[in-house]
């Protein structure tokens, strides 16, 4: 699925994202406070376990900033609640299209998350350069600003790796898009080795469906479940030009189905990463 690119992969066309004035301010209070503190953006990055990008990129008002950032700024910036006030009044979230914004939502509280992709290399597995190709291809052309914010908004979701308590993750993808060579050679090949370190992660199940697969369960195209805190299951289904959130409790089902029948045609994780070794020495 494109996350809005929905919630896997490449922001397609449709809903353009929205730059968001509340974001902008959100940025200049937090660095109004790190200044106050008397640190620089590296120092602030390290006490708050953000990298230097990603807390530049919030400061300048680019990335929706995450619930765990927003905690560690306040205490380490002694903010007096403002900062948690504050972003809780942030209601939009550049680079996503509107569509997606409520499954990311919902996806940020998730405890499980599992997702089904044909089209696109998952969002939440994808590199900066293959981010970069996917969102520069798709029509219509967007100037460097518009690439580079959809391209950060695509990164800071994988923010959700480093979620604790951690989110158990599965992965199906179609082998054909590893095989595409989506960005050149060097980006596949980088595609592959960040696939394998994903795949090696404990809470991370990675499994590549192979070309040839007749009995194929996800025919009718891409999708997302999860399963919220109080054990409830929602999925997510995307198309060219939106996507649709599904809560009706039979439909979850037959995703659920679906994807359980689609875990047993795809090679194991195991078999999975020796033909991802196997496709990387064929470079």
């Known amino acids: 699925m494109a996350d809005g690119t929905g919630g896997t992969g490449a922001l397609a066309g449709g809903g353009e994202p929205e730059v968001s004035d509340s974001l902008r301010t959100f940025g200049e209070v937090v660095k109004g ?3 106050r503190a008397g640190l620089t953006q590296e120092e602030f990055a390290l006490r708050v376990q953000y990298s230097v990008p990603t807390v530049a990129s919030i400061e300048q008002g680019r990335r ?19 900062l948690r006030a504050a972003a809780r009044r942030l209601s939009r979230q550049p680079g996503l299209a509107s569509w997606f914004r409520q499954w990311a939502r919902l996806e940020a509280e998730a405890i499980t998350l599992w997702t089904y ?31 580079d914010r959809q391209v950060a908004s ?8 480093r979620r604790r308590p ?5 992965f199906i993808v179609e082998q054909a898009l590893i095989e595409r060579g989506t960005g050149g050679v060097e980006a596949t090949r980088d595609l592959i080795d960040h696939l394998l370190e994903r795949a090696a992660e404990f809470n991370i199940e990675l499994q590549i469906m192979p070309l040839r697969q007749p009995d194929h369960a996800g025919f009718d195209g891409p999708m997302q479940l999860l ?26 089902s037959i995703m659920l189905q679906r994807y359980a029948r689609m875990r047993s045609q ?10 991802l ?7």
């Not at 951690?166 to 599965?170: D, H, T, V």
Request: contains cysteine.
């Open 277 to 283: 070794k196997r496709l990387r020495g064929a470079l």
């Open 154 to 161: 695509r990164l800071e979701r994988q923010e959700l790796f």
């Open 117 to 147: 992709e044909c089209r696109v290399i998952p969002g939440l597995l994808q590199t900066e350069a293959y981010a970069r190709s996917v969102t520069e291809s798709v029509p219509p052309v967007k100037d460097e600003e518009q690439v």
């Open 227 to 252: 399963e919220t805190a109080d054990n409830k299951w929602l999925g997510y289904a995307e198309g060219q030009r939106g996507g649709m959130l599904v809560s009706d409790s039979k439909e979850v």
């Open 33 to 35: 406070f790190r200044k």
């Open 166 to 170: 951690p989110i158990a993750f599965s």
């Open 64 to 82: 929706f900033p995450p619930a765990a950032f927003v905690d560690r700024a306040e205490e380490v910036l002694d903010a007096f609640g403002i």
């Open 266 to 275: 795809a090679l194991t994780p195991e078999d999975s990463r020796s033909l």
